[in-house]
């Protein structure tokens, strides 16, 4: 796990970049973390960038526009695949996803699956026994799980929290994934990268973990966002059952 990277978006996280940090740092002592900033108008590139002084496992990636959570996560993996690191995991900056329960994914990964068979991701899920919400109003708990019910019907998923983002990954299923392919930059980016998981034959578990709603700054998720979201899992998976109609049928039909 020497060469563990975490990776942390942020926009607009001023009051919780420097402690998620340190608590990641805290709980993986051996991880290097990178921040990718999306130029956050509230200075937290620049706060980043005094933890990267102050601590040589820590990196910051500044990106010049704000064009979405996926394109972040999709600079920074390149990132780290040139640099080596394996395994990368993701995670977000508002102290939602607890850093003390990285080691419990991490020593997943590393654990086969229930088939015996060797892991390539890890969710941290909060739909799976032993998964929690916390401070969580009533109506975004049934949007999230309605959300992650209908992309796994769509896409014939087995991941129950299709839509989580605390996720590890091994470099290897990250190339496998092919991420020039993966074309979503918003919130649908956690379900299509599942997606291509899954086309790939990549194997992945679920451990469940406590989430807990962010105390400071603010949501970016909206009612629209998951819609827009859906709307992209619906076409994908109409797009598939033309493809399983074709190859039914004899007709070749390519990815």
Known sequence: MSRALVVIPTYNE???????????????PEAFVVVVDDSSPDGTGYIAEGLAADDGAVHVLHRTTKDGLGAAY???????LERGHDPIVQMDADGSHLPEQLPSLLAALEA??????????????RWIPGGTIENWPKRRELLSRWGSAYARTMLRLSTRDATAGYRVFRASALRAIRLDDVHTRGYGFQVDMLWHARQAGLVVVEVPITFVERVRGRSKMS??????????????????LFRRSDAASGRFVGS
């Open 223 to 240: 009612t629209m966002i998951v819609a827009e979201a859906m709307l992209k899992v619906t076409g994908w998976g109409i797009a598939g």
């Open 112 to 125: 086969p699956d229930a088939a015996g068979r060797p892991v390539d991701i890890v969710i941290g899920s």
């Open 74 to 80: 999709l600079d920074a993996f390149g990132w780290a």
């Open 14 to 28: 001023r009051e919780n970049i420097a402690e998620t940090v340190a608590r990641v740092r805290a709980a993986v």
